[in-house]
């Protein structure tokens, strides 16, 4: 991953890398459906790079709606 004001290289292999990253986090947040794309652009001055991350659509946030636990001998289920 990207670290501020380390060196890096800005090429397809470092896109992919940022681009997985951002998608795991986003599923972990339970965003699945999101859209986005990555770019780098060097700074004006030439030294740095900047990462763009441009949302295209948040989609739908997953939850979850009901837990079905079968099986349970020990802990029936409430109300039975």
Partial sequence: MWEADKPTQFDETFL???TSAIKENLKADGWFTTRFKVSV??????GKGIL???IEHEGARAIIGKIDVKGAKKNPPMGS
């Fill in 16 to 18: 992919e890398s940022v």
């Fill in 41 to 46: 652009e060097p700074s004006k001055d030439g």
């Fill in 52 to 54: 763009n991350i441009h």
